[in-house]
């Protein structure tokens, strides 16, 4: 039994990946018909070969990819001080709020104590002085 893939199966991983991970999609774009891609790409995707060969070329995207913490947090940084064409203020500002969250400078909970006491003098015949306390 050889692993190789036939061309259709080949072209069936490409397209599966590039469609997101949906099999029906990628059938028809292999070349399957729209009336059969659903049951193909259920056959397909049992087929161990084309499983082996599916997770090769997904570890090779995914070395590809850096989504570490520092590669993320660049990102961002760079969408925070984008101000070119394209950019608006309400991305920036998010993009300042999650690197606030990521780093821990962000403010969660402000509270603000609303306790006033006062005093109103009355004039009139005498002088009276009410004292009081809000809350």
Request: hydrophobic share 40%; no cysteine.
């Amino acid at each position: 039994m050889t692993d190789k893939l036939s061309p259709k199966q080949s072209r069936f991983i490409k397209e599966y990946m590039a469609n997101g991970f949906n099999g029906k999609s990628a059938a028809i774009t292999a070349g399957y018909s729209k009336h059969t891609a659903e049951v193909q790409a259920s056959k397909m995707l049992r087929i161990p070969k084309l499983a082996k060969a599916l997770d090769k070329a997904k570890a090779r995207l995914e070395a590809k990819q850096d989504f570490s913490r520092d590669r993320l947090m660049n990102l961002v940084l760079e969408q925070a001080l984008y101000d070119g064409e394209g950019s608006t203020h309400g991305a920036r500002v998010s993009a300042l709020g999650l690197l606030g969250k990521w780093t821990g400078l962000d403010i969660v909970k402000v509270e603000q104590d609303t306790n006033v006491s006062f005093k109103w003098l009355t004039d009139g015949d005498g002088a009276t002085v009410i004292e009081g306390k809000t809350e």
